[in-house]
């Protein structure tokens, strides 16, 4: 693998997509700051638009997928096709999903590969950047614009607003899937997700802590009032924390992450991005 900076394609190929009518993606590995190979698709978008969705060739989506998902996952394909209709998209496996390299640390080290997707999405010429995260992809998503900064909106999809939350079964279970033994083999062979074995030392900035340094940012809180992970305080945690510069919208019937994410709502999100960022 080439050893240049964070950001850096090493390598590319370019496969046939049916997401688009447009060029085929290309698809490549990135380097991180600390040496980890991240797989990555650029899609240019679409060359035929919706109507209600004005194309714009200078705007690109990077998207932060959640805990267990990676690039060709199907539910994160189909917000990256969604998403095309409104500019460019770069979607990437997190590290320790899919073909990306390393083990994931559940959100800490993440930003480092969120940071070299936005980098390249830089580099291929385009000006406004707008990052759109998912669960785990959405607590990333506000730690990046927090702490490396570089972009022009930010959208948080079902994230939490503070770390350990065990609330839920759901995230009770997750913490079992993370922190024990038999739950990281679980985790390796049955999620296709390598899980880092050490806890965090030191803890990073939650999610909440995040938000004020994103300001003048725009900031999206995207949140289902029947999320079976992260009850409703979160997103309201997080809206309050951003004041003025942030916008919460609590989606009625919606459940978590990419999943939940309906047609509508991603088309939504296109459009208040397009608005927004610069």
């Given at each position: 693998m080439n050893n240049g900076p964070a950001g850096h394609a090493a390598r590319f190929t370019v496969r046939p997509n049916s997401e688009t009518a447009g060029p085929a993606p290309m698809r490549t590995f990135l380097r991180t700051a600390d040496g980890i190979s991240i797989d990555s698709v650029y899609n240019p978008g679409a060359v035929v638009y919706d109507a209600s969705a004005p194309p714009s060739r200078d705007l690109v989506f990077v998207v932060a997928h959640g805990f267990t998902g990676d690039v060709d996952r199907p539910h994160v394909r189909r917000v990256a096709a969604a998403?095309?209709?409104?500019?460019?998209?770069?979607?990437?496996?997190?590290?320790?999903?899919?073909?990306?390299?390393?083990?994931?640390?559940?959100?800490?080290?993440?930003?480092?590969?969120?940071a070299a997707a936005v980098?390249?999405?830089?580099?291929?010429?385009h000006e406004r950047v707008v990052t759109v995260g998912f669960s785990m992809g959405g607590s990333v998503v506000l730690r990046h614009a927090a702490l490396h900064r570089g972009v022009d909106a930010v959208v948080s999809v079902s994230a939490p607003a503070r770390w350990y939350y065990r609330g839920t079964a759901?995230?009770?279970?997750?913490?079992?899937?993370?922190?024990?033994?038999?739950?990281?083999?679980?985790?390796r062979y049955g999620l296709r997700t390598r899980i880092h074995h050490r806890d965090w030392d030191p803890v990073p900035l939650s999610p909440v802590q995040s938000v004020p340094e994103i300001a003048p940012v725009p900031l999206l809180v995207v949140h289902g009032d029947r999320d079976g992970y992260f009850p409703l305080d979160h997103p309201r945690m997080l809206a309050a924390a951003a004041g003025d510069h942030g916008e919460l919208w609590l989606e009625p019937g919606m459940g978590h992450a990419e999943h939940a994410a309906t047609d509508d709502l991603l088309a939504r999100i296109g459009n208040w991005a397009a608005a927004q960022a610069g």
């Open positions: 998403l095309a209709r409104h500019g460019a998209v770069v979607t990437f496996s997190f590290r320790g999903h899919g073909a990306s390299g390393g083990r994931s640390t559940v959100g800490d080290r993440e930003v480092l590969d969120l980098g390249w999405a830089r580099g291929l010429g759901s995230m009770r279970r997750l913490h079992w899937l993370v922190t024990r033994p038999v739950g990281r083999l679980v985790g």
